[in-house]
Antibody, heavy 122, light 108 residues
Framework: QVQLQESGPGLVKSSETLSLTCAVSGGSISSHYWTWIRQPPGKGLEWIGYIYYTGATNYNPSLKSRVIISIDPSRSHFSLKLSSLTAADTAVYYC????????????????WGQGTLVTVSS | SYVLTQPPSVSVAPGQTARITCGGNNIGTKSVHWYQQRPGQAPVLVVY???DRPSGIPERFSGSNSGDTATLSISRVDAGDEADYYCQVWDTASDQGVFGTGTKVTVL
């Protein structure tokens, strides 16, 4: 069973770049699509983007200009970079696994990492 | 972009059935997934592909999807079911994930 673990700084400054990593264990990084999702305090879930081991990506249009998701199969992890941070980027960031269906696109997100809280300070 | 709408809250007495709706344009043509999120925890998948349950999820959790509405039903509700619930689909037109607005279930 695949397991995911996010890591990165819990506090970053406004206008700077957030960098998070998600370590994959218990399975091959080439077996799934990998996604990032975030949740501001007290609010709902927001899909950020996905990556496949080939490097194929797609991003939420609302974040596309500031997001880069990358993958390192040799180290079995994938990463998120979000630039030009503001207070609105304060959130719990989750990584999750999924697969692709030929008809319905990416399927359910399962499993999820435990999440990591990132606070953007001024 | 594709929008999914859920009621902000649902209240239900213990032992009764909670029904949470997820509205979207022709959502019946999409595959709907449901997640349970308890306070301070990561979301957990409870129903996928409209009505399938992952291993370990009780049969009390069931789903349906038709027309413009998908529904998650939780029968014989108890205090342990108090949580936020989110529906989710994949918008194939834009190749993006979409979450519903979330519903807080309160057990009276």
């Amino acid at each position: 069973q695949v397991q995911l673990q996010e890591s990165g700084p819990g506090l970053v400054k406004s206008s700077e770049t957030l960098s998070l990593t998600c370590a994959v264990s218990g399975g091959s990084i080439s077996s799934h699509y990998w996604t990032w999702i975030r949740q501001p305090p007290g609010k709902g879930l927001e899909w950020i983007g996905y990556i496949y081991y080939t490097g194929a990506t797609n991003y939420n249009p609302s974040l596309k200009s500031r997001v880069i998701i990358s993958i390192d199969p040799s180290r079995s992890h994938f990463s998120l970079k979000l630039s030009s941070l503001t207070a609105a980027d304060t959130a719990v960031y989750y990584c999750a696994a999924t697969t692709r269906d030929l008809v319905y696109g990416l399927k359910q997100f399962d499993p999820w990492g435990q999440g990591t809280l990132v606070t953007v300070s001024s | 972009s594709y929008v999914l709408t859920q009621p902000p809250s649902v209240s239900v007495a213990p032992g009764q059935t909670a029904r949470i709706t997820c509205g979207g344009n022709n959502i019946g043509t999409k595959s709907v997934h449901w997640y349970q999120q308890r306070p301070g925890q990561a979301p957990v998948l409870v129903v996928y592909d409209d009505s399938d349950r992952p291993s370990g999820i009780p049969e009390r959790f069931s789903g349906s999807n038709s027309g413009d509405t998908a529904t998650l039903s939780i029968s014989r509700v108890d205090a342990g079911d108090e949580a936020d619930y989110y529906c989710q689909v994949w918008d194939t037109a834009s190749d993006q994930g979409v979450f519903g607005t979330g519903t807080k279930v309160t057990v009276l």
